[in-house]
């Protein structure tokens, strides 16, 4: 009888115990921007400029940069909070590196979880806005 409740036992214990796994991430789904010079690159009114008037995130193997500025994964979700959390369409555009997808996934996994509807833009990694002459 014991051998018995010893097995039993065993055999529960076995059964339940797992390994803890990583939690499960998403694979992210970006929109693929078709006139980056337009949709990026211009102010208020319309006009052109030579830098970008989006929110935009750049993530290459070991490092995040947002708005143009060095970043982290942590700062990135906190500025997202504080941006997000007001704007009724909420965008990011994102410029990745061929290196840099694991980054991009690790950074952005958190955002878009807190933000569901979140739009991720991306954009070519070499994609800057494009000098504006001046005619006249």
Do not use: H, M
């Given at each position: 009888m014991t051998r018995i409740a010893v097995a039993v036992a065993l055999a529960?214990?076995?059964g339940c115990y797992s390994k803890p796994q990583k939690p499960q991430v998403e694979?992210?789904?970006?929109?693929?921007?078709q006139?980056?010079?337009h949709e990026m690159c211009r102010d208020d009114t319309e006009s052109p400029?030579?830098?970008f008037n989006v929110p935009i995130a750049v993530f290459t193997a070991a490092t995040?940069?947002?708005?143009?500025?060095?970043?982290?994964?942590?700062?990135?979700n906190r500025w997202g909070d504080d941006?997000?959390?007001?704007?009724?369409?909420?965008?990011?555009w994102v410029k990745i590196?061929?290196?840099?997808?694991?980054?991009?996934?690790?950074?952005?996994?958190?955002?878009?979880?807190?933000?569901?509807?979140?739009?991720?833009?991306r954009v070519?990694?070499?994609?800057?806005?494009?000098?504006i002459s001046n005619r006249r």
């Open positions: 529960v214990a076995v694979p992210l789904t970006f929109r693929q921007v006139n980056p010079a400029t030579e830098w995040v940069q947002l708005n143009g500025r060095p970043s982290s994964a942590e700062a990135l941006y997000y959390r007001t704007k009724f369409e909420k965008a990011l590196s061929a290196d840099g997808n694991k980054t991009a996934e690790r950074a952005l996994a958190p955002l878009i979880r807190t933000y569901p509807d979140l739009q991720l833009r070519d990694f070499e994609f800057q806005c494009p000098k």
